[in-house]
């Protein structure tokens, strides 16, 4: 066991070293310069992340569609990926967090048009897409789009049991006993029951409860949670970094000079302060925004929109939100406070950043479980729309069920396996999609020219039946 454990570990460092972050990074600058730095819409997709788009059809609203995305993103990624980032790579880190962020906002652009232009509706009258899809449909060799967009779905498939679930359910129930010390075992009725088994079963109960009602349930879900969670823990952020104020701009700066400090890096690590803060920098933005996975772009072509660049924008500013805004200041909060020279790492270390205010400890234990839960529910459907790709619809349901078996056993048992198991059907999803993007990039620009200028007065609201 510990054998296959270490050869998931080494094949999980080796996909996500320098080859997968160059191509997804790369891609980002790509499809920023094939596209004009369509970042500087980032108003308008703000804008129009909360106006109705009349007319249109399909499942869910804009906005449900992005509090769903941004529910499935918006996660551990946020609270432990940019503390593990910045005691491995230092300081500097967050730079490079945070140019992922901006620089993503052009692939999670690409793939919210590419899903709408290519989504198709069930005979029930439901609509799919996704990479799966303008794979299958965009590209112009058929049968290299069909196998790349079954890989796609499979991985997807397999990740859900990881990153959507087990290691979800996992971080829950460490938030829990760190934050409300609740006792390992309980007495009820006579019988003692370990308390992470009763989290496991309150957890896939709720969340069964939601996933069983599609996508209309767990939109409805996220919009009621997502700007709630946010904002609660942004408004945490915002108080420490107040209460430090004295020391923010010095932070800053330091934060600049180790990401291109060419010093050698300390504690025989080899390499150099502005490699190691670019490889963990890097690596956990990607991790965190997931632009460039395509797994947002499933929940995007479910949405009610006039036409491909509409939802473009919306989508893009899902990595606005969760990269640009939530990490940074996450990354902002240790390195002021001067948790990050701690020791720690992983929550401990958000934890300890936290510690520095009034209630702390417990406004960052509530948003990890909120954070965690809003995953679950949001990377079930895409999920399901992955599994219905492969197998169709009667194959769904007993996909739920197995998902839900995931979250009960990520509460009860320990998840090393399963964490690096994630981070390899992540970066597997990633290349098929990444694939599609460059390829297609040419269609991205066209469609970004015809709408972008007259978004509002041009319809293309054509859902194809493949």
Not at 329 to 337: F, P, Q
């Amino acid at each position: 066991m510990d054998s296959i454990s270490k050869f998931i570990a080494d094949v999980s460092s080796w996909l996500w070293d320098w080859p997968l972050l160059i191509l997804l990074f790369g891609t980002h600058i790509f499809l920023t310069c094939r596209l004009g730095f369509v970042q500087r819409y980032i108003g308008k997709a703000i804008r129009l992340s909360v106006a109705r788009d009349k007319g249109s059809h399909g499942d869910v609203s804009q906005f449900s569609a992005l509090a769903t995305a941004l529910a499935a993103t918006i996660g551990t990624g946020n609270i432990v990926g940019v503390a593990t980032a910045i005691a491995l790579g230092g300081p500097g880190a967050i730079f490079w967090v945070w140019m992922t962020g901006i620089l993503g906002i052009a692939t999670k652009y690409a793939e919210g048009l590419l899903a709408v232009k290519y989504r198709t509706m069930r005979k029930d009258g439901s609509i799919a897409g996704g990479p799966m899809y303008y794979l299958q449909y965009g590209l112009k060799n058929k049968k290299l789009g069909k196998i790349l967009g079954i890989l796609f779905a499979a991985f997807a498939a397999l990740a859900a049991f990881g990153i959507g679930s087990s290691t979800q359910s996992n971080s829950i129930k460490d938030a829990v006993f760190t934050t409300f010390h609740f006792a390992s075992e309980v007495n009820i009725f006579g019988i003692i029951v370990e308390t992470k088994i009763l989290i496991g079963l309150a957890l896939a109960i709720i969340a069964g409860l939601v996933i069983i009602g599609g996508i209309k349930s767990i939109a409805r879900v996220s919009q009621s949670i997502v700007p709630f969670m946010a904002f609660f823990y942004v408004a945490g952020c915002l108080f420490i970094l107040f209460t430090g104020y004295e020391t923010l701009l010095d932070s800053i700066k330091l934060i600049f000079h180790q990401a291109f400090s060419l010093r050698a890096a300390g504690g025989g690590t080899a390499g150099t302060v502005i490699m190691l803060a670019a490889r963990y920098g890097v690596a956990r933005g990607l991790f965190s925004n997931e632009s460039g996975l395509g797994s947002a772009a499933i929940v995007a072509a479910a949405t009610r929109t006039r036409n491909p660049v509409r939802q473009a924008l919306v989508s893009s500013s899902g990595t606005f939100w969760d990269t640009v805004v939530v990490c940074a200041l996450t990354g902002l909060a240790i390195i002021n406070t001067g948790a990050w020279q701690s020791g720690f790492t992983g929550f401990n270390l958000t934890q300890l950043a936290f510690s520095k205010i009034p209630f702390g400890e417990t406004i960052l234990g509530l948003s990890l479980l909120m954070f965690a839960f809003t995953t679950i529910i949001g990377w079930s459907y895409y999920a399901e729309k992955s599994i219905e790709y492969l197998f169709g619809r009667k194959s769904v349901l007993p996909y739920k069920v197995a998902y839900l078996i995931m979250i009960f056993t990520g509460a009860v048992f320990s998840l090393d396996v399963i964490w690096n198991f994630a981070d390899i059907t992540n970066g597997l999803m990633a290349i098929p999609n990444l694939i599609a993007l460059i390829l297609l990039s040419g269609v991205v620009a066209a469609e970004t020219k015809k709408y972008l200028n007259n978004i509002d007065k041009h319809s293309d609201d054509k859902i194809i039946s493949h």
